[in-house]
């Protein structure tokens, strides 16, 4: 899964993905198939090391384990008890931060979470192949291929969007059930709720992608009458030696799920209906915005319906000021919150402890914090966060 969302996860997510023996099985299978004698693996993503221990097993000389969440934490005792731990390095950081003392013959990852370009996973692997592996090294996921197709409402998410008038206690929630049908949502989608085939849409070849950037454009003629409430879209990943990991409607559950984009008002579509769907995702920052333009062309004649949604329409809203102090032309000024931590970093000069750094902070800006214990919470998250940043290159060279 994203290392740059992992952070949010707790050992029982960890421990839950690699209880997916729909995901497991296959990955145990393609590890087999792709390490051998002597390689050294490169893993981002290895969170308790679950993995890192199969390759081992099959054969790797050396692994290289990679992780942000702090439940790397447990890997080391994770390898000890499985009898590897001279031939793993578990190292807490973004892998594109980190400098290994070799290159890796194999590259194991997997950074995806509900669609498999979230977050910063395409920059991730650009960067792993430049610097962190040989040329021509085996990549575990090969591919992932991206399937769409126009569907009633999930199940699970059907009260969650109001599509069809739920109101729960009597009470109108429309308002945020329209913020709600701007984004995407994870769901369980079986076969019964397509209204036609899926169409692949866009492939992505982890030895060559770059872009992270996604367009596609699907077009379907419906085959069945029904509540056309919006578009699932989900991916088949191909591994290493053929194996798959599929998570279409119908196979097996996955921790991974169908990703589901709802139109902004349900519609009641029949057999021989036209559907088209222009679909774009954006990184932007350390996530992606998303963006699907639906028209719906009833074959019997009829209004037309087409909708232009994006997930920034799910985003709370700013007010003037507060988008005006977020453009790039913005010229920033201190204020008392800059204050405060510029004295706080000068204060963080190596001799003072979190309580001394408190107490300074607490006697010189009242306005801010109501105690000293107050202000020693503050610095604490802020500067360790810091330096688990400034952590990370100490253990590359260490390792």
């Not at 990852?109 to 977050?119: K, M």
């Not at 057999?271 to 920052?285: C, I, N, S, W």
């Amino acid at each position: 899964m994203s290392s740059l969302t992992a952070s949010a996860y707790d050992l029982h997510d960890f421990d839950r993905m690699f209880a997916d023996e729909a995901r497991t099985g296959p990955y145990m299978a393609a590890i087999a198939a792709a390490v051998r004698p002597g390689d050294v693996v490169v893993e981002i993503g290895t969170g308790t090391g679950y993995f890192a221990v199969a390759c081992v097993r099959a054969g790797a000389r050396h692994v290289y384990a990679i992780e942000v969440n702090p439940a790397v934490a447990v890997g080391p005792a994770v390898a000890e008890a499985n009898g590897c731990a001279d031939r793993i390095t578990f190292i807490h950081g973004f892998s594109t931060r980190v400098d290994l003392p070799e290159r890796g013959d194999v590259l194991l990852e997997d950074l995806r979470g509900l669609l498999p370009f979230l977050w910063g996973r395409i920059p991730s692997l650009v960067d792993a192949r430049e610097r962190l592996l040989k040329p021509g090294a085996r990549l575990i996921t090969r591919r992932d291929e991206l399937f769409a197709a126009p569907c009633r409402v999930p199940a699970r998410v059907s009260r969650l969007l109001g599509l069809h008038g739920d109101a729960a206690h009597g009470i109108n929630r429309e308002p945020v059930a329209q913020r709600l049908r701007s984004n995407v949502h994870r769901g369980h989608v079986v076969p019964d709720d397509l209204l036609a085939s899926a169409t692949r849409w866009a492939e992505f070849d982890y030895a060559l992608v770059r872009d992270p950037a996604v367009d596609g454009r699907c077009a379907w003629v419906l085959e069945r009458d029904g509540a056309f409430d919006g578009i699932a879209a989900w991916f088949n990943s191909e591994l290493f030696g053929g194996h798959w990991i599929l998570n279409e409607p119908g196979a097996a559950q996955t921790v991974y799920g169908q990703a589901f984009f709802p139109l902004e008002q349900p519609l009641e579509a029949a057999a021989g209906d036209r559907v088209t769907l222009d679909f774009r995702a954006r990184r932007v920052g350390e996530g992606y915005v998303y963006a699907w333009d639906t028209t719906h062309e009833p074959a019997g004649g009829g209004p037309v319906h087409r909708f232009r949604q994006s997930t920034l329409g799910a985003s709370l809203p700013l007010s003037l000021d507060a988008l005006r102090r977020r453009h790039a032309t913005h010229r920033p000024a201190p204020g008392a919150s800059a204050e405060v931590v510029r004295e706080m970093l000068a204060l963080a000069d190596g001799t003072r402890s979190f309580d001394d750094i408190g107490a300074v902070l607490a006697a010189h800006h009242p306005q801010r914090f109501s105690s000293a214990a107050d202000a020693v919470s503050y610095c604490t998250a802020m500067l360790a966060e810091l330096e688990d940043e400034d952590a990370a290159p100490s253990r590359r060279e260490d390792a």
